[in-house]
């Protein structure tokens, strides 16, 4: 097995030391985005990025010690990076330039990262595959056949083929965990508040979170401790400073972990196969694993569309050709905003927005909207009541591998379906992460597997020490996948 190629934790400390330059990690990282070109995991370059390298490297000749020293990295195409466009894969946003940074963004530039360019997502971050781009689709580098995964596609992909060793992307109801999952790296959504979602464009507000993306812990606790913390431009953002740091097996004796009866059924075998191992490696390291029920969660793929796509027909009413968007020539007004969305969104964009109109309308609003999120409560309650009796609970990230390409297109409902494991989390706000944990063999091809950890809200942290604790016992599987 070729060497591990280098960790964000790696790279910013040869800065420091001064053995490489802002400079040559962003030239080594553009080489690697161009030979990977065919995976379609990048929608632009940053060209203001030599900028970015060249202030840092004057800060750091000013003596300022920068915790992501030069670090190359890529974050989602809804996140605004000043100067670049967000285009959130989009035609109806393709000539968007953001005029300002995210928070998150601000916070990773501020640490020294530079952002080398902007990762291919399902237009507004709808989808679990990352083919409905304007774009086109992001390839899975393990088989070009099949999806990465979605929404968040591109920012997986280039860390999953080392592009860069880390990314952001965004999580309503899955779209960290799952690509991650899908291509093997890790994935985490914190508790709803932890990072601000100043700057990132809204699909649905009150489950979206903005997550990392990396290969070990260790970068995983190095980029949460940058980018969380509250931030008063977020009404929802919360009041809690980061502590990230990667724990070792000492930290998982004793730990109490509670697998999650309702997703051990309609897995692949691989998949369980994967949780098996896991479940085993956890157990010799001393923690106790139980099975338990959240009946609930059997209803949160129905409660959350019904919340994400009404919560979407509001925040995308926005896009019409005015403020944002192309401007479309009519004779009127109307007519002039009709066609700038007929022509910018794409059909699952256009689909949420007809059933999240619906599923408020007066006469329905009851019989779905609101009882959707009763739903929610119910769930939320769910989770609560298992917290008392353990830490962190378990599930399969996603009941099977990376799926076909074109396989779920036609079928909505299959496609919802991919998030049967995720979607109870962002309801409940608590945090989760995508361990890659193994990987099944589909038709020869080896597909990675992903296992899902959750926590109560605010214990983040707990993951992070968890898959650290996995590392170190030789339960986490990641490589670069084989020929890029
Ligand atoms: N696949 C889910 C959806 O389409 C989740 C997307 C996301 O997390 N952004 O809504």
Redesign the pocket.
Known sequence: MPDAPPTATDLARAVRARETTPQALLDAARARAGAVRGLNALISLNDRAEEGAARVQARLEAGESLPLAGVPVVVKDNLNVAGTRTTCGSRILANYVSPYDATAVERLTAAGAVIIGKANM?EF????STESSASGPTLNPWDRERVPG???GGSAVAVAANVTPVSLG???????R?PAAFTGVYGLKPTYGRVSRYGLVA??SS??QIGPFARTAEDLALLMNVIAGHDPRDATSLDAPPAFGAGTPDDLRGLRVGVVRESLSGNTPGVDAVLGETLAALRSAGATVTELSIPSVRHAIAA??LI?MPEASSNLARYDGMVYGERAPAPDVTGSMTRAREQGFGPEVKRRILLGTYALSSGYYDAYYSKAMRVRRLIAQDFARAFASVDVLVTPTSPFPAFRRGEKTSDPLA??A??VD??AI?LAGLPALSVPAGFEVVDGVRLPVGIQFIAPALKDELLVTLAGGLEGVGAVRVEVAAGY
Not at 125 to 128: C, D, E, I, N, P
Not at 170 to 176: A, F, H
Request: charged letters at 15%; zero cysteines; a negative charge.
């Open positions: 399902d971050a709808m989808g679990s979605g929404s968040s965004s999580d309503t109801g899955g779209s960290v799952q699909y649905a489950l979206d959350y569309y994400a496609m919802y991919a998030d995720t979607v962002n």
